[in-house]
């Protein structure tokens, strides 16, 4: 499978497949988040995920799963907006912003953050590998 090399806005991403299912692939994971739909997005992040978060946090998969299973994670809102996504060979990422409404253990993390999300392409399939989150100024 060839794949499309360069950086594209994501609003341009009509003529690209692969963009488009990097495009897909964020606004399904945002939506299962809100939904708090686990088996899903166990199946979507492989073990080998890492999340770096604000101030530097390391999360695992592990890690993340069960902030959400337990309800110390809840996103009440999360809108993605995908600004661009560059694909090399068989690596994605994609760069944007969130706006959030949740909780996170026991406190309110509403606001805007940005984010770049990794993936790579194993047997023709896009994985989500790393994501890296910051939140904006107050």
Known sequence: MKLTEGTVDCGDAAEDGNIREIIRLEQERAALLVARDIEAIERLVPDSYTMTRTGGVILDKGDV????????????ELHRECRKVTI????????????????????????????????????????LVATMSSRMGK
């Open 65 to 76: 799963m069960a902030a959400l299973k337990s309800g110390e994670l809840v996103y009440e």
């Open 88 to 127: 090399s060979q068989n690596t994605a990422a994609a760069t944007g912003l969130d706006t959030v409404k949740g909780m996170f253990k026991g406190q309110r993390v509403d606001g805007q953050y940005r984010f770049r999300n990794t993936y790579v392409q194993t047997d023709g399939r896009w994985e």
